[in-house]
Structures are given as structure tokens and as C-alpha cells.
T-cell receptor, first 114, second 112 residues
Framework: SAVISQKPSRDICQRGTSLTIQCQVD?????MFWYRQQPGQSLTLIAT?????????ESGFVIDKFPISRPNLTFSTLTVSNMSPEDSSIYLC???????????FGPGTRLTVT | KQEVTQIPAALSVPEGENLVLNCSFT??????LQWFRQDPGKGLTSLLL?????REQTSGRLNASLDKSSGRSTLYIAASQPGDSATYLC???????????FGAGTILRVKS
């Protein structure tokens, strides 16, 4: 199994600012995923991050708002740009591997935008 | 487009009861299905993974079944305990290494 850590665990940010969330995996993985969980909702995929190529964004999410970096096989960052209160959510990263491709999740970053 | 539905949305049971959580998906062409647990304000813990070729998986008091052709999975929890109180999420992946599509979850409360 993979162990995934995220930083920060939570933050309170002002409208119009940006926050970068870090995700570290304890083993090399091909793909990492970034999800958003809005209050009381389930998880929605923001983008898939492959090492060495640009991230692939889901419908409704754009690179200017959620730029992603993937500099190596164990690390990724998600930036939430020009934040508004509607961006208040839990942001989670995940990765998988093994023959079954079981996916594991980080503890999440709880973001509050005021 | 794959859609995942979970029933019931919420469930409250007395301690010791056996219970079943249901998950259905619209496209049966899945690679695998995972059940997760999420405690309030926390990340997800993987409980069980079932490959598309499998019928069930067991871990302790948990048993997950899969009927791929009908697009259904169930999570059976035996002898429920207050510590089982959490949100349970079902998710499917359509190919190896691909994203997960999540259901809305079932909020479980086990009363002591």
C-alpha cells in the first residue's frame, strides 16, 4: 500500500489569494489524482497528473484556476488560484499501484476562503 | 458517462446489528470497485477492493460483493459497533490506472 501525505492539513485564506497544496507519496507512481470535496458532497476529480506531461483536467476545471505540477514520480502540487468562498472545500490527492491498482488517499487539505 | 449511486443516503442502527450498504453503477465495463470509509473532516481509508472478475472480498467484519453484469455492489458489515460510524463511499474505476468515479456516500451511525 502507498502512504500519502499532504501539506498543509488546513488553511484559512483571503479572497483573491492563492494556495499551493503539496502531495508526497512514499513510492514511485505513474499517475496522481487531485479531487475536490465540497461541503456535504462526494469527491469530484479535478485533474490527473502524469510525470513529464501536462495534467489532464476534467470538465469544469481549468489550468488557470488549478495549476498542477508533477516534477517527479513521488510528488505533486495543486494550486488554487484567485480564491473565492466557493473554493472552500477539502482537497485530496490520491495515487494507486499494484496489480489491482488499489487507490490510496492523502489526509486532505481543508481550505476555508473568507 | 459512468454514474454511481448509493442507497441509503443515511442509516442509523443500534450496536450489534448486521447491515448492508448498496452501490449501483450505470456502465458495467469497470476495472475494479473500491469501498472507502471517511471520518468527518478526514481523508479516505480504503476498506475493500473488488476486481471486475471477482464476486466478493472479505476483511474482518466487512464483506463486499460485486455483480458486474447488473451493475451492483453491496458492503455487508457484521455486528456493527459505534466505531463503525462514518461515511462509506463506493467508487469504480473503468480501466487500470484510471480515475475513480464516486457515489455520494452512505452516512452510517451506530448507536451504543
Amino acid at each position: 500500500s502507498a502512504v500519502i501525505s499532504q501539506k498543509p492539513s488546513r488553511d484559512i485564506c483571503q479572497r483573491g489569494t492563492s494556495l499551493t497544496i503539496q502531495c508526497q507519496v512514499d513510492s514511485q507512481v505513474t499517475m496522481m489524482f487531485w479531487y475536490r470535496q465540497q461541503p456535504g458532497q462526494s469527491l469530484t476529480l479535478i485533474a490527473t497528473a502524469n510525470q513529464g506531461s501536462e495534467a489532464t483536467y476534467e470538465s469544469g476545471f481549468v489550468i488557470d484556476k488549478f495549476p498542477i505540477s508533477r516534477p517527479n514520480l513521488t510528488f505533486s502540487t495543486l494550486t488554487v488560484s484567485n480564491m473565492s468562498p466557493e473554493d472552500s472545500s477539502i482537497y485530496l490527492c490520491s495515487a494507486g499501484g499494484g496489480i489491482d491498482y488499489e487507490q490510496y488517499f492523502g489526509p486532505g487539505t481543508r481550505l476555508t476562503v473568507t | 458517462k459512468q454514474e454511481v449511486t448509493q442507497i441509503p443516503a443515511a442509516l442509523s442502527v443500534p450496536e450489534g446489528e448486521n447491515l448492508v450498504l448498496n452501490c449501483s453503477f450505470t456502465d458495467s465495463a469497470i476495472y475494479n470497485l473500491q469501498w472507502f470509509r471517511q471520518d468527518p473532516g478526514k481523508g479516505l481509508t480504503s476498506l475493500l477492493l473488488i476486481q471486475s472478475s471477482q464476486r466478493e472480498q472479505t476483511s474482518g467484519r466487512l464483506n463486499a460483493s460485486l455483480d458486474k453484469s447488473s451493475g451492483r455492489s453491496t458492503l455487508y458489515i457484521a455486528a456493527s459497533q459505534p466505531g463503525d460510524s462514518a461515511t462509506y463511499l463506493c467508487a469504480v474505476s473503468e480501466e487500470y490506472g484510471n480515475k475513480l468515479v464516486f457515489g455520494a456516500g452512505t452516512i452510517l451511525r451506530v448507536k451504543s
